[in-house]
């Protein structure tokens, strides 16, 4: 056995390597030690746990004084029947590693997630900032600097050196590196131990603040959506190759169009600036280098798009603004989403995105690996890929303008809250309220933008970006919104006042205190806003498996879950999770809208099968355009 020593806050700790079954013993004995809690750990070939070709290759058992690392191919057996024993784990990203163990050792994530703490949750009911927010971020190694022990090494930048010293890269090192590395074996180890002394500081302190309920729901809900990501969603890998050539083929033929115009290189904005200037295009914005600013915000309303991709029809669109746009979203979409489906599926063509339910300061969850959380909301061509199970067929629940019934809710807008009660459509409500009886599209479209700028955090130029209102109709349709509905202004100041002049923070109804940044109060709204709506969510899904509908769900994307049902049960199924959804919020009824999609996830955006084939219903124009030859 090899024996590694390192400091750690001023005093020696060993790192265990076993190298035959002998050495066993001792790591037996370890277990079987007075510590509580231990932690725990792996190393693997990548982080796809369900790519055919991904590995697990160490595994870490660890307490503040001793790490042990295990090597899977050895001594497999003897991780997996430590991980069984009856006692509780801490793991930092727990998902991660419980996915890992479930897919390589057999053991069930159902069994040791609840025996599991995840430091990360803890540090993100601590402080869920960024380090570029000003928070020290969730990642293992600046917490452990912070908690720990200032000098704790960097070990995922320490391993990235050691790879390339290999003739390695950051992609390969992790397959690549030998398994007897002493840097490798190393902070591997390093790492249960700084993990295990992080859980003894940030465990206190989520109890002290009271946030104790909070950390058992989130571990809770991270289980449930660990199952969705090993559940997997089916892909029509056919469907997708296909895609994947056409959307290269839009790329290169919208290329075409904006070489027309005298733009070579469509990522160049020189080229673009000059190109659109010379057509007579005022540019004004400017980049931090003084640089003329052509970025999509900028493009988008001069092809007459809003940034929905919507047809504004406030003016005729520049075809070479269109043509920019398209050819890097088709070239994008290409890369990021159909070549990225078929290197990430596993071996039964299934894929699994990687579900994030911490994943931003106000805890809203996340799909990443491919990004699916980035779709435009009116498109049905890459949800088209993903199709139901032989038998069943997709259904789908959202919730029905969830964040605005929260604001109503929270800021107790009786004239909002009517509207709700009486079932109305709440942006005609408020056009009618301010326009009179003969209000427009356009006046429901600007006021159903002011409404979520109230959300989101959108100002003027922003909201006149979406509408393709002129800015001085955005600021008086601003002003109008808050006369009628006084008491989100009211509700505003009060946090923003509170914040300045108390702690710099927001504490939602949820009891999760999110902090705000000196010079942006004013995201004091939006942030428990958009937070409590991600809450409702995640307390859906917990409720959908505690009413045992948990084994239809597949993902959850904004604020819609999507699931699939036996074909002849899939109308009862979805009426059952759309009601498990519901809920009365602060005397606000939360209300969701559950449907039948069909063959796959794209049938509930427009697509309608053809002859085998998909095509476009009329009233779900397809957003990314017609091929130019």
């Known amino acids: 056995m090899r024996t590694l020593t390192h400091s750690v806050a001023g005093s020696t700790v060993g790192i265990h390597i076993p190298e035959r079954r002998d050495d066993l013993d001792r790591f037996r004995a370890f277990l079987a030690q007075g510590d509580k809690v231990l932690a725990f750990d792996t190393e693997t070939t ?96 600046p917490l452990s600097a912070v908690y720990v022990d200032p000098d704790a090494p960097d070990t995922q930048e320490g391993l990235t050196t050691e790879f390339r010293r290999l003739g390695l890269t950051k992609a390969t090192g992790w397959a690549g590196i030998p398994i007897d590395n002493e840097l490798y074996t190393r902070y591997a180890g390093l790492d249960v131990i700084f993990a295990h002394r992080l859980f003894r500081v940030l465990g206190p302190m989520v109890r002290e603040i009271g946030l104790d ?41 919208y290329k075409r169009v904006a070489g027309r115009y005298g733009v ?173 009886d003969g209000f427009t599209k356009r006046h429901r479209k600007l006021y159903k933008g002011v409404g979520f700028g109230k959300v989101y955090g959108g100002g003027a130029v922003t909201l ?13 349709a601003i002003a109008a919104y808050d006369r009628v509905y006084p008491e989100i202004k009211r509700y505003s100041r009060r946090l923003m006042e509170r914040a300045e002049f108390g702690r710099r923070e927001v504490v939602t109804p949820s009891g999760r205190h999110l902090p705000l940044d000196r010079d942006r109060l004013y995201a004091a709204t939006n ?49 059952e999770i759309g009601r498990a959804m519901e809920s009365t919020f602060f005397g606000v009824r939360i209300e969701s809208d559950p449907d039948v999609y069909g063959p796959s996830w794209g049938h509930g955006y427009g697509c309608a099968e053809k002859k085998g084939r998909c095509v476009v219903r009329e009233s779900h124009p397809r957003k990314w355009g017609v091929r130019h030859d």
């Open 46 to 141: 990548g982080l796809d746990v369900y790519t055919p070709e991904h590995r697990l290759r160490l595994a870490q058992f660890g307490n503040s004084r001793e790490a042990w690392v295990l090597r899977a191919d050895a001594f497999g057996e003897e991780i997996a029947a430590a991980l069984r024993q009856p006692r509780p784990y801490t793991m930092h990203n727990a998902q991660y590693d419980l996915l890992v163990v479930d897919r390589h050792l057999g053991v069930r994530l159902e069994d040791l997630g609840p025996r599991t703490y995840d430091t990360r949750v803890l540090a993100h009911l601590l402080d869920p900032r960024a380090p570029q927010e000003g928070g020290i971020g969730l990642a293992l190694k």
């Open 213 to 253: 309920h909070l950390s058992k729901f989130e571990h809770h809900l991270q289980i449930l959506l660990a199952i969705l990501q090993r559940r997997g969603f089916r892909l029509d890998v056919p469907y997708v190759e296909t895609l994947r050539t056409d959307l290269l083929a839009d790329a290169e033929a």
């Open 264 to 436: 070579t290189n469509v990522n160049s904005t020189t080229q673009v600036a000059a190109a659109l200037a010379a057509m007579g295009e005022a540019l004004t914005e400017r980049t931090a280098s003084g640089a003329t600013k052509v970025d999509k915000g900028v493009l988008l309303p001069l092809a007459d798009l809003s940034l929905g991709w919507e047809r504004l029809d406030v003016r005729a669109p520049n075809l070479l603004a269109d043509a920019v746009l398209r050819s890097k979203r088709a070239e994008k979409w290409a890369t990021a989403y159909a070549s990225a489906f078929l290197d990430l599926k596993d071996a039964d063509d299934r894929l699994h995105p990687s579900i994030g339910a911490l994943q931003a300061r106000t805890a809203r969850m996340s799909i990443s690996r491919p990004p699916l959380q980035q779709l435009p909301s009116s498109d049905w061509t890459i949800r088209r890929a993903f199709v139901a199970d032989p038998g069943h067929t997709i259904i789908a629940a959202d919730y029905q303008a969830v964040e605005m019934r929260v604001l109503a809710a929270l800021a107790d807008v009786p004239r909002m809250k009517e509207a709700i009660a009486n079932g109305e459509d709440l942006h005609a409500f408020t056009a009618r309220l301010i326009e009179g």
């Open 464 to 476: 006149a970006r979406q509408t393709g209102a002129d800015l001085d109709a955005v600021k008086r």
């Open 527 to 575: 942030y428990v806003v958009q937070s409590t709506a991600r809450d409702l969510l995640a307390q859906a899904i917990a409720d959908i498996f505690a009413a045992g509908l948990g084994d239809h769900l597949l993902l959850p994307v904004h604020d819609e879950l999507i699931a699939q049902a036996p074909t002849a049960d899939a109308e009862e199924v979805i009426r």
